[in-house]
């Protein structure tokens, strides 16, 4: 019999895209309160790549990522994703905005050679992962840097995300060799 091994703990990353500067402090409360310290916090990105969230949250979209301390067991990201979609429905009741979506949290986890992205949304190039959700394959990084898919967000093909998702990458890499060092 094969041996079955349990898989390497991950970073948990959550992308946040928001109306405004309050709403953005308000989902990085929310889900800070919600999955722990963060060790990493993006700079806020203006998001032009698409009209998508337009009608949901205005004109002005902001984007900003922030990757959490404590590692995880990849297999929670469907929960997790439920999770924000739970948050994401609190901060539209709470936040003072005609807006019907003022704050999109998309979970994602980042292995050393990998960010992957959770959705509600099944497509040709994801995979389902139970309890209704799916996971995408956003970005692999390979000879040390981001490349992208065909299907890869457009705001993720460019590479002014990537340096942050490095420094993601590099602490996963420096907490996993903790790990095995303590063991």
Not at 27 to 38: C, K, L, R
Not at 92 to 114: C, F, H, M, Y
């Amino acid at each position: 019999m094969w041996q079955i091994n349990k898989p390497e703990p991950v970073k948990l990353i959550v992308g946040i895209l928001a109306a405004d500067e309050v709403c953005l402090q308000a989902a990085v409360e929310s889900i800070t309160a919600e999955y722990g310290d963060y060790d990493l916090i993006s700079d806020s990105f203006e998001f032009y790549q698409t009209d998508y969230y337009k009608d949901q949250a205005g004109e002005n979209i902001l984007r900003q990522f922030v990757s959490f301390t404590e590692l995880i067991d990849p297999g929670r990201l469907a929960s997790i994703k439920h999770r924000t979609n739970e948050i994401e429905e609190i901060l539209a009741k709470q936040l003072d905005t005609p807006l019907p979506r003022p704050v999109n949290l998309d979970p994602g986890i980042i292995e050393p050679s990998k960010l992957v992205l959770a959705s509600t949304k099944n497509f040709s190039h994801r995979i389902y992962i139970g309890d209704s959700m799916y996971a995408e394959l956003t970005l692999s990084f390979c000879k040390g840097k981001w490349e992208s898919f065909q299907y890869t967000f457009p705001d993720f093909k460019e590479d002014r995300y990537h340096g942050f998702l490095s420094k993601v990458r590099d602490k996963l890499v420096e907490q996993i060799r903790e790990l095995k060092n303590s063991d």
